[in-house]
């Protein structure tokens, strides 16, 4: 539920550094060979680990081939290794989930894109009639983004981390403050946007966000390690925990209530289900190419912002599809080459300042340039 945009392992705004870091442990390769030197791979995340994060996995898929690298340790004080196949809260990727979702409804007929808003929520937006649902989806709505409202930084979030949220008090959280801009005039990532999108598929699904996104999209695919935890504040199965540095102390905040982020970030899974998604939608899979088209489709205004999944043009010139997530305790980002031949999802423990971990760029460059 990040408001930074761009594939950096993003952190919510004003979270610090916990910077414990830990012993690299390596996974062994799934196949020799590829393009890849998995060495390096794995030299930049042990310096990703070192420098900013309790834990790191990665997944990284080269041709037909795939390998995982972790470093770091689960917990602090611990010398059990980070799970290649550990959950964590995935953060704003879960928008690019609810943008599939809406997407296939409107291939069915059930949403018009370019409808306003009020059509399908009557009364809960005061310019609802200007907004239309591929404003929310492009961030281009002028929705205040809510999460500027809440006390997020490491010590007010200890705060409100047990708090349930209802979406509607997201929303009037944002809708309290004037427009940042017209509708359509102009791009701001506002996580507003996406809490508005959950709640028009449940109201044109007559059922949870949640259940559509199981229905539509975690079945088909077979990814039983995601899921929406709604209120529930643990992380199930294998994981590696989340920390924040508060009052001088690191506190594991693995342990929160991710109803804060709704259908903006909530989400939990694991590298191999992220990159199992990625592959999917890029692939189209899971739309009708009428809206596959529309899903990378961008506007000179939306800094490379498609319908919930975003194009980068990395320094070396490859073009990158795909979503970062912040969120308490949890980094994260799954990125793919349009043809799906390359991609990576990490997962970094401890939301440090993605502009003090070494390694990543290094990363970057050896898994796509």
């Known amino acids: 539920m990040t408001g930074k945009r761009g594939i950096a392992l993003a952190a919510v705004v004003g979270l610090a550094v916990v910077g414990v870091g830990g012993t690299a442990l390596a996974e062994p390769s799934v196949e020799q060979g590829g393009r890849i030197d998995r060495q390096v791979v794995q030299r930049a995340v042990d310096a990703m680990a070192r420098t900013g994060g309790q834990g ?13 690298a972790r470093a770091g340790t689960a917990e602090v004080d611990s010398p059990r290794p980070v799970p290649t196949d550990g959950r ?13 979702v809406v997407l296939q409804l409107v291939g069915e007929g059930k949403v018009e894109l370019d409808a306003p808003v009020q059509r399908y929520l009557p009364g809960l937006l ?4 200007r907004i239309t649902v591929r404003h929310l989806l492009q961030h281009t709505s002028g929705l205040y983004n809510y999460t500027a409202a809440l006390p997020l930084g490491p010590d007010g979030v200890l705060s409100i981390r047990y708090k349930t949220w209802a979406p509607t008090e997201l929303v009037a959280l944002s809708t309290a403050q004037p427009l940042d801009f017209q509708p359509g005039t102009g791009w701001n990532y506002s996580n507003t946007n996406y809490v508005v999108a959950g709640m028009l598929v449940e109201k044109v699904t007559g059922r949870p966000y949640a259940a559509a996104v199981e229905q539509r999209v975690l079945r088909p695919l077979g990814l039983r390690s995601t899921s929406v935890p709604g209120t529930r504040t643990g992380i199930p199965g294998p994981h590696a925990h989340g920390y924040i540095r508060a009052g001088g102390q690191v506190v594991d905040i693995t342990g929160f209530n991710p109803s804060v982020a709704y259908a903006a970030g909530e989400m939990i899974s694991t590298t191999a289900d992220l990159d199992r998604f ?17 899903l ?11 319908l919930g999944i975003e194009k980068t043009d990395l320094p070396c010139g490859v ?40 390694g990543y760029e290094e990363l970057l460059n050896e898994v796509f340039c």
Do not use: C, M
């Open 278 to 294: 990625l592959d999917a939608l890029l692939d189209g899979r899971l739309l009708r190419p009428a809206q596959q088209a529309e």
């Open 319 to 358: 073009v990158v599809w795909g979503h970062g997530g912040g969120i308490p305790g949890y980094s994260s980002l799954t990125i793919s080459t349009p043809d799906t031949k390359t991609r990576l999802t990490a997962s970094l423990t401890s939301a440090p300042d993605p502009g003090q971990v070494e």
């Open 296 to 306: 990378t489709s961008t506007l000179p205004n939306s800094n490379g912002y498609g």
């Open 56 to 68: 790191v996995q990665v997944r990284v898929s080269d041709g037909r081939q795939q390998f995982t």
């Open 126 to 129: 005061p310019d609802g009639d």
């Open 88 to 100: 964590f809260r995935v953060g704003s990727i879960t928008k690019t989930f609810v943008s599939t």
